[in-house]
């Protein structure tokens, strides 16, 4: 074989007198070993996202919609209704200044009753608020807590409700919007009610009054939030059953500030007391997200990076010989025939096109050179020689045709 027959396109052994041909070369590392760092990475971030969305849970108040919320889920509209009619209304999350405000005499909205446990509700009534409101709780919260009411749902209801009951309150404020299904209520234990509006004995009732050990307990249907308290009586009911007395405290309790009948950290059962803001887990969780993405952002690349100098420059003709030697050395006259093909139509196509058809520039050169199509195809795209004497021939016939189709 020829040692010009081949044009070098890919990459060969490296030459053994190449200076940097050396035996001392760093092994391929296991693939198991390069997938570690990028998934002890993802492991580290996954866990720094659940850190932090379980403290956002964790510190967060349990129920949206303080008084001073003006999204739709807030109750800022009614909160601003009340202070018209010169009623004090303030919010908290803290049990201190809600057991205060119960000690005033002041009606306690409770927003949520899951962090509460049964002894803070006992040290909530024993301070005898004016009443205690509750806005459409949950069945399991009120066992939870062991009151003597049990919740439901009437998935027939109407879009409105009429009151179906002599309260005053109730019927000032006539028909209100239940929004689909609305929670219902009957007292259990042989509990009498003194209200129950907006229901019947056999569904039970979305309104109920009645006293648990000395206060007034109030379990309203959800009228008070911004989206629903314009529709229907929802306003008049809301008014009348927040604003019966002159001060109102919305208490939003934490999770971690259950005092079991208000002991306090004195009495060893509640939070220890500390400096830390209440937010101190979020920052946390900030920054070891942070800190991650740095790590990932000027961390190393996975393993080292290696360089190989460029053997000693020589002549091209010395280049194609030797690749031309080892094409001859393994007998790769298939892939030697291809670079043949391949460079003789690239110069062929210059002046005739349809590099990309050899059929179409199979056909123009015949047209051209007076050669058979046959002959031309099969030179151009034929199957590959098996020996060195037909590569040589094929090498030859494709210069001459290259000649015949120069001429003008």
């Known amino acids: 074989m020829p040692p010009s027959a081949a044009a070098p396109t890919t990459r060969t052994p490296s030459s053994p007198v190449s200076p940097d041909n050396t035996d001392d070369a760093p092994a391929a590392r296991p693939w198991w070993r390069r997938l570690l760092t990028p998934l002890i990475l993802v492991a580290v971030l996954a866990l720094a ?23 739709s889920a807030g109750r800022s509209a009614i909160g601003a209704l009340l202070r018209d009619e010169q009623i004090s209304v303030a919010e908290t999350q803290s049990w201190e200044q809600a057991a205060a405000a119960a000690d005033r005499g002041a009606a306690i909205l409770v927003t949520d ?30 066992n939870g807590l062991g009151l003597p009411v049990r919740a439901g749902t ?3 209801a109407p879009a409105t409700d009429e009151p179906n009951c002599d309260d005053p309150a109730a019927r000032r404020a006539g028909r209100i919007a239940t929004n689909g299904s609305p929670a219902r209520y009957r007292l259990t234990q042989g509990a009498r009610p003194t209200v129950a509006c907006y229901g019947d004995a056999g569904t039970g009732h979305q309104l109920l009054v009645f006293e648990e050990r000395g206060v ?35 208490y939003d309790p934490l999770f971690g500030d259950q005092l079991n009948r208000g002991g306090g950290w004195e009495g060893g059962q509640g939070r220890a007391p500390t400096l830390l803001p209440d937010t101190w887990l979020h920052g946390v969780g900030l920054a070891v997200v942070a800190m991650v993405v740095v790590a990932v952002w000027q961390g190393r690349r996975l393993g080292p990076i290696i360089t190989e100098k460029l053997p000693v420059v020589v002549p091209a ?16 006259r298939d892939r030697a025939a291809e670079l043949i093909r391949t460079a003789a139509t690239r110069r062929l196509s210059r002046g005739l096109g349809h590099a990309d058809d050899p059929d179409v520039l199979a056909r123009a050169l015949a047209d051209r050179t007076g050669w058979s199509y046959g002959e031309v195809r099969h030179l151009l795209a034929g199957p590959a020689p098996t020996t060195d004497d037909q590569l040589v021939t094929l090498k030859r016939k494709l210069d001459a045709l290259e000649q015949e189709a120069r001429r003008p």
């Open 49 to 71: 996202v659940g850190l932090l969305a379980v403290g956002l849970v964790a510190i967060s108040p349990a129920t949206p919609g303080g008084i001073r919320d003006s999204d």
């Open 113 to 142: 009753l899951r962090p509460l446990s049964p002894g803070t509700l006992d040290a909530l009534i024993e301070r005898r608020p004016a009443r205690i409101v509750v806005e459409r709780p949950r069945n399991g919260d009120l």
């Open 154 to 156: 009437d998935a027939t």
């Open 216 to 250: 007034e307990f109030v379990i309203m249907p959800a009228v008070t939030t911004n989206r629903v308290l314009a529709e229907a009586g929802n306003a008049s009911l809301a008014m009348q059953l927040l604003g019966a007395h002159p001060e109102l405290m919305v």
């Open 317 to 332: 003709s010395e280049t194609v010989e030797g690749h031309g030697r080892l094409y001859a050395r393994i007998g790769a």
